[in-house]
């Protein structure tokens, strides 16, 4: 189960623009109401909230919301006063399943053997282990760089056991040198060193693709009924985490997003240069 916050713009009536008082000003309080709605065949509830003047009680909201109020499905553009202990819902994990799952999806139609490719994995805080062992599907090697290669030491064991292939582990940025391509789900920030032309997937999307909220769009017949200015990518990670409708979990955008521009996955493919895997690639810092 998950809540929605829908705004109502409050209507003026024949007293408007007057000042109100005793029994009047009873009846013309800000009224919030709370209405269930479907997504597909999930059952969500809408807080139904009227705005006066620009704003919105968040009192009443958060009393209306209870333990959801601390991640609150809110439309785009409003952002709920410090104090109010209300917090908008957070997609972030569900955006990096996303993007984990297009990196996927692009490797598999790559025109390139496994064989001839190299893969490079940034994940300085050691958190995208278990993907490693996705990305050997791909590749001839993974190079992991690591500030704590020991934490890597049972998925190397795991990857000669399970595909016969090592993981080349180090904690400096150079032993992505030969690397076609380059992952990084938390941000290449700290790596100072990669192949010039490689093929870079990052999170942050300044040095290469990634996926954000709005590349991500939901089957009609999940946003019938979703107020507006809702963020579909908000509103699928919670289809997906909260009410765990794990068909959404397989969603992939048409496009992702690098440094402000948007290309789709087809011209992402069509722009991969042939010597992807070749090895003979200079540095950039």
């Known amino acids: 189960m998950f809540v929605a916050l829908n705004t109502v713009q409050e209507r003026k009536g024949r007293h408007s623009g007057k000042r109100l008082s005793g029994i009047w ?41 209870g333990r959801e109020a601390s991640r609150l499905i809110i439309p785009e553009g409003i952002v709920p006063p ?23 999806s692009i490797l598999k139609r790559l025109n390139i053997s496994p064989g001839r490719l190299v893969i ?32 890597y030491d049972k998925y190397c064991e795991r990857a000669m056991a399970e595909y016969g292939a090592g ?13 076609g391509i380059i992952v990084a789900p938390d941000g290449c920030a700290g ?14 999307g300044i040095s290469g693709y990634t996926v954000t909220k709005e590349c991500i769009r939901l089957p009609k017949m999940y946003t019938l009924s979703m107020p507006t200015r809702i963020s579909e990518a908000v509103f699928a990670a919670a289809l997906y985490e909260r009410a765990r409708v794990r068909q959404i979990g397989s969603i992939l955008p048409l ?13 992402i493919l069509c722009s991969i240069p042939e010597d992807l895997g070749k090895s003979d690639i200079k540095f950039i810092s």
């Not at 202990?85 to 972030?92: A, E, G, L």
């Not at 496009?255 to 011209?267: A, E, Q």
């Open 25 to 65: 000003r009873i009846f013309h309080k800000t009224r919030l109401s709370i209405r269930e709605a479907r997504a597909g065949d999930v059952k969500y509830f809408i807080i139904d909230v009227p705005v006066k003047n620009g704003r919105i009680p968040w009192d009443k909201v958060y009393n209306a919301a």
């Open 82 to 104: 410090a104090g109010s202990h209300i917090k908008p819902y957070d997609p972030s994990a569900f955006l990096k399943h996303v993007f984990y799952n297009t990196v996927f």
């Open 167 to 179: 993981m080349i582990v180090s904690d400096m940025c150079e032993a992505f040198e030969s690397c």
């Open 255 to 267: 496009f992702m997003v690098n440094n402000g521009r948007k290309i789709s996955i087809y011209d």
């Open 120 to 151: 490079g994995l940034y994940d300085p805080y050691a958190k995208a282990a278990p993907a490693a062992l996705e990305l050997l599907k791909y590749c001839r090697h993974l190079k992991v760089v690591t500030a704590s290669p020991e934490k």
């Open 191 to 204: 790596c100072r060193y990669y192949p010039h032309n490689a093929l870079v997937f990052d999170i942050d």
